[in-house]
Every structure is written in structure tokens, then in C-alpha cells.
């Protein structure tokens, strides 16, 4: 059981670049999430989705996108990469119902703007 | 909204020494509480919860009791290893929605010497 895979784990951007996040999971679970750790800021979430097909905004969504074709599936989009979206990105899932709130986290991307 | 302020680290001990980390909230509603390492390199995972007033959460030696009326959820354990080396993230669930939310605090770094 692979849980949650992050890919890639490891990218360097020039400012203005595109990238995609690719984030899978193989639990079955509904809900998906996209954070940001930077350092001593803790977590802040992206965007999270409860379903295939639905995706909403967290705390910082401003500069990214996400889609939810598939319950596997939550990418992380980064159109016009700028240097404030340097950090490591996670994505986590949990199945909700008597499972809420236990977080299964992917193993992170290191993402750097230069 | 929902906040969680937690020690400042860094935090430095010598093995088999005790560990208190203090986490406080502020949420509106009944959360649910929760304690997640990071391990050098890797995602988060989760350490323990508790879902109402008086639980205490335990696992490999750590305890946390949800005491409602100081809105505290400390971590502690009385000998603390090398191996517990890391970052611990207090954390609460959005109990007044549907999604399962969790809100971060900014994370303790640990370093256990031998």
C-alpha cells in the first residue's frame, strides 16, 4: 500500500516558469489536500477538494490551481512560478466519516524559485 | 477563526530526559486535537489525538490530555530517545464544518543529544 506519492521531490524553477505537483493516492479516500510548510510558519493549506470533480480554496491559494478528475488525483498547478512560492509542498488525504481529521501526508516537494 | 500557538523552539534535551511541549487553541465549536511529528525528511504523520474534553491521546510514550478548560493540549513524555528528534505540529480539526480541515501550529523542533 504506496499511501501518498508525491512527485517530484526535488525542482528548481526560474521565475515565470510553469509546473505541475503531482500527487496520487491509493486509500480510496475522498478528501485530498495541498499544504505549504515554510520554515517557522508551520502548515498553511493551498486548496483541499472532498471529491472528485470538487476543489475550494484555503488559506493561501493565490498563485496556484488544482483539479480533481479522479478520486487518486490532486494536482498542484503553479502557472507563473515568482520566489514567495519557494517551500515545501505537501499533500495529504483522509477518508472522513469515523476516519476525519487523521491526515495520511505524501513524503513532500522541495520547490525552489530562483 | 481557528488558531493553535505552540512553544517556540528549538527545544534541546538530553536523552531520558522529561519533554513538555505546550499547545493552546482557540476554536469556536468542540474540535478535535491532535499531535503530528515530522522526522527529518518526511512527511508528517500522526502521533496522537484525542476527540473531547478530558481525553488524553497516547502513543510511543507521548501523552496529551484535551483540557477544554485551559483550551491546552500539552504534549509530554517522560523520557525522551535520539529517535524522537523532530519537529512536532499541535494541530485542531474545523468542527464546525463538514471537511475536515485541520489548522496548524508552527512546529517544535526538537533535538534529543545522548
Known amino acids: 500500500n504506496a499511501g501518498v506519492t508525491q512527485t517530484p521531490k526535488f525542482r528548481i524553477l526560474k521565475i515565470g516558469q510553469s509546473m505541475t505537483l503531482q500527487c496520487t493516492q491509493d486509500?480510496?479516500?475522498?478528501?485530498m489536500y495541498w499544504y505549504r510548510q515554510d520554515p517557522g510558519m508551520g502548515l498553511k493549506l493551498i486548496y483541499y477538494?472532498?471529491?472528485?470533480?470538487?476543489?475550494d480554496k484555503g488559506e493561501v491559494p493565490n498563485g496556484y490551481n488544482v483539479s480533481r478528475s479522479t478520486t487518486e488525483d490532486f494536482p498542484l498547478r503553479l502557472e507563473l512560478a515568482a520566489p514567495s512560492q519557494t517551500s515545501v509542498y505537501f499533500c495529504?488525504?483522509?477518508?472522513?466519516?469515523?476516519?476525519?481529521?487523521?491526515?495520511?501526508f505524501g513524503a513532500g516537494s522541495r520547490l525552489t524559485v530562483l | 477563526g481557528d488558531s493553535v500557538t505552540q512553544m517556540e523552539g528549538p527545544v534541546t534535551l538530553s536523552e531520558e530526559a522529561c519533554l513538555t511541549i505546550?499547545?493552546?487553541?482557540?476554536?469556536?465549536?468542540?474540535?478535535?486535537l491532535f499531535w503530528y511529528v515530522q522526522y527529518p525528511g518526511e512527511g508528517l504523520q500522526l502521533l496522537l489525538k484525542?476527540?473531547?474534553?478530558?481525553d488524553k491521546g497516547s502513543n510511543k510514550g507521548f501523552e496529551a490530555t484535551y483540557r477544554k478548560e485551559t483550551t491546552s493540549f500539552h504534549l509530554e513524555k517522560g523520557s525522551v530517545q535520539v529517535s524522537d528528534s523532530a519537529v512536532y505540529f499541535c494541530?485542531?480539526?474545523?468542527?464546525?464544518?463538514?471537511?475536515?480541515?485541520?489548522?496548524f501550529g508552527k512546529g517544535t523542533l526538537l533535538t534529543v543529544n545522548p
Open positions: 495529504a488525504s483522509n477518508q472522513g466519516g469515523s476516519g476525519a481529521n487523521v491526515l495520511t
Open positions: 486509500m480510496n479516500h475522498n478528501y
Open positions: 477538494s472532498v471529491g472528485a470533480g470538487i476543489t
Open positions: 505546550n499547545c493552546t487553541y482557540t476554536a469556536t465549536g468542540y474540535p478535535s
Open positions: 484525542a476527540t473531547k474534553a478530558d
Open positions: 494541530a485542531l480539526s474545523d468542527s464546525g464544518g463538514s471537511n475536515y480541515k485541520l489548522t
